[in-house]
């Protein structure tokens, strides 16, 4: 499992992070190939990590285009909407990332750990929804104070996306060196 969980990691970090010269250094289909096979290495353990497994499979298919494009260049015609639905692809994979480690964390019976998960949960897929939501309308709006706003928003989306990987670092070290089966 603990291969598993630091594939994950490396995974989140290549879909997180964006290095672009030329190309992306820190390729999508890169992290999410090693949130594949992170999850195919839970599948027998954690029936979630199956949905995991798929949505990491779509992801490498899907962000394929963004080694060779800048998304985060202002003049992309046309390039908006695949950002957008990179976006909603890399909370989705989130979302059935946290299942997985839900399921992993109450196996460890460690109370600490399970509300620690079940926080970045809540924050994470809130700010991430939020974020998305507003997307669509900052374009619209004009004003200071909205400025100020996605900024905020932004930020508090990178917070999260942090949290998120230093979370898979904690259960990553807290996992149990020793499982026993105590069923009788």
């Known amino acids: ?23 992306d250094w820190l ?14 290495r839970l599948v ?28 985060s260049e202002p003049n992309l015609a046309g390039w908006e909407m695949y950002s957008f639905a ?15 480690l839900k399921s992993i964390v109450h196996d460890f019976a460690d109370r600490a750990l399970i509300s620690r998960t079940n926080r970045v949960f809540n924050f ?3 700010i991430h929804l939020l974020a998305l939501f507003l997307s669509s309308f900052s374009m619209n709006v004009s004003g200071d104070l909205w400025i100020a706003f996605p900024f905020i ?8 996306d942090i ?8 259960i990553r070290r807290n996992e149990p060196a020793h499982r026993y089966d105590l069923s009788v």
């Open 124 to 126: 994470y897929i809130g």
């Open 44 to 71: 027998e353990q954690y029936p979630h990590a199956q949905k995991a497994k798929i949505a990491a499979g779509l992801g490498i298919v899907i962000s394929f285009p963004s080694i060779f494009i800048n998304l």
């Open 163 to 170: 949290a998120f990987l230093l979370l898979l670092g904690a």
């Open 86 to 100: 990179l976006l909603a692809l890399k909370l989705i994979v989130a979302y059935f990332l946290f299942a997985v």
């Open 1 to 23: 499992m603990n291969k598993a969980l630091q594939m994950m990691f490396w995974g989140y970090l290549f879909v997180f992070f964006r290095i672009h010269f030329g190309f």
């Open 27 to 40: 390729a999508d289909p890169i992290g999410y190939y090693l949130l594949y096979a992170g999850s195919a």
């Open 153 to 160: 928003l932004g930020l508090s989306v990178v917070i999260m």
